[in-house]
């Protein structure tokens, strides 16, 4: 076995992912098809023409496990990738636990989050599509922010309807999308029929992220020099993000560890798939048998308590109909820090195998997050945003049941991005000022009941 008392594992540059690892043909099951909400039937690349170039409509229905990386791509990744993955001692000496924790960290990227990791893909095909124009919701930001930076690679426009709540609490990240040449818009806002429509009924509305998807569909829907992309949730996007777990695995290797527990935040799913896939993969063919743990906010519990049913992924009902996990397309969620967690519905990838029972989930409030992100940040040195930070408290309390059993486990966590931008968090929590927010679950469930009622009837 390699040195485990190895702090920082880098890989050459020549050891970058060159495909992409698609988990769809991997699956034990298949999951169920994305509905056309008019007919009821399986959507097929004409339904999505309007939204998206046509590589990305195939690499989302794709049967190939891997998918080659352009090279085009690939020059815009060397600008950070390969990311490290750190062994986190200093956090483990502080818990005094026998788990080895490691965490591979994606806040050196431009955007300082995962989210260039589609981004500039998205981009791409877009621009070699002949798009002049990309449109997109953004919740905490970072997605609007990666979006924006892989655009001026390609010489595209960005638009960006970021979720009012965040839109108020960042002001960083407005200004980081503007210097990188995109436009922001607080959502709900006045330049589309979907936000006049909520602010009619709700002129104080916080937003959520399924009303700014809706903004920004409608916005590219009505424009053939336009397209739509999505930060998370779609199966390409989640695809796109397996650098992550690929490099991972590599550097795992370096230092002869296979994990035992995986720990990722869920919001939409990108962060979390593109970590764990390739972790499963291994599982699957026998060559590792961790345990994956999806940790999402309890103020939006999607996976807990969420119903499994087929629902739109945007108030309006602009999108397809697709089988996840769902509070319900209308659901609003509290504006807590952790913006990037606030979507209604959960990836239908993640969610088909979490129903499956291929891995686990559990909801966390504000609070015990912030304190693991304080804890991590005196640290280790990083202060990562809201949203790792609720992997951060299930890997410290996991590593805490390892310190009282002897266990000596492997734990791998996704520290997805920093949170320089985020302070105002970090204030409002070390004053004491954030507050949790859980659903009682009867009633949440009603409300999901009553959200699904006014969906299409399907045969």
């Not at 988990?23 to 959507?43: A, E, K, N, R, S």
């Not at 290797?253 to 994990?259: D, L, S």
């Amino acid at each position: 076995m390699a040195d485990v008392r190895q702090h920082k594992i880098l890989l050459d540059e020549d050891e970058m992912p060159r495909r992409w690892y698609n988990v769809l043909p991997d699956l034990p099951t298949p999951p169920p098809p994305v509905l056309h909400p008019g007919t009821g039937q399986p959507v097929g690349p004409e339904d999505l023409a309007p939204l998206f170039p046509r590589e990305l409509i195939l690499q989302e229905v794709s049967g190939d496990q891997y998918v080659d990386i352009p090279e085009e791509v690939q020059d815009v990744y060397r600008l950070w990738r390969p990311s490290p993955l750190f062994r986190a001692h200093r956090l483990e000496k502080a818990l005094g636990t026998p788990a080895r924790i490691y965490y591979k960290y994606e806040g050196v990227s431009p955007a300082g989050s995962h989210k260039p990791n589609t981004a500039v893909p998205q981009a791409y095909y877009n621009a070699r599509a002949g798009i002049r124009k990309l449109t997109t919701e953004t919740g905490a930001g970072q997605w609007g922010t990666a979006l924006a930076f892989a655009c001026a690679q390609f010489d595209l426009e960005c638009e960006v309807w970021q979720v009012r709540a965040s839109y108020d609490q960042k002001p960083y990240r407005k200004m980081m999308i503007e210097t990188f040449g995109g436009t922001v818009h607080p959502s709900p806002s006045d330049l589309t029929a979907a936000g006049r429509a909520i602010l009619a009924e709700h002129p104080d509305s916080t937003g959520s992220l399924g009303i700014a998807i809706s903004e920004a569909v409608e916005r590219a829907a009505g424009d053939p020099t336009t397209n739509y992309a999505l930060g998370s949730v779609l199966n390409h996007v989640l695809m796109h993000q397996t650098v992550i777990g690929e490099e991972a695995l590599l550097q795992l290797a370096k230092v002869g560890e296979t994990p035992d527990l995986l720990v990722g935040c869920t919001g939409g799913g990108s962060n979390f798939g593109g970590l764990m896939f390739p972790f499963l993969r291994e599982r699957w063919a026998g060559r590792m048998a961790p345990t994956v743990r999806a940790v999402e906010p309890s103020a939006c519990p999607s996976l807990t308590q969420g119903t499994y049913a087929y629902d739109f992924g945007d108030t309006a009902g602009m999108t397809p109909l697709m089988k996840m996990h769902t509070l319900g397309h209308d659901f609003v969620p509290d504006p807590i820090h952790a913006g990037g967690l606030r979507y209604h519905g959960m990836s239908p990838l993640i969610s088909h195998l979490y129903e499956t029972g291929e891995i686990e989930a559990v909801a966390k409030g504000q609070s015990e997050c912030f304190a693991a992100g304080v804890l991590f940040a005196r640290t280790e040195g990083i202060v990562p945003a809201p949203e790792p930070t609720h992997a951060l408290a299930a890997a410290v309390e996991e590593a805490l049941a390892c310190k009282e059993s002897g266990e000596e486990k492997v734990i791998l966590t996704a520290l997805c991005g920093h949170g320089h931008l985020d302070l105002p968090a970090y204030a409002a929590y070390l004053a004491g000022s954030v507050e949790d927010t859980s659903w009682d679950d009867a009633d949440l469930q009603a409300a999901v009941a009553q959200a699904l009622t006014r969906l299409p009837q399907l045969a």
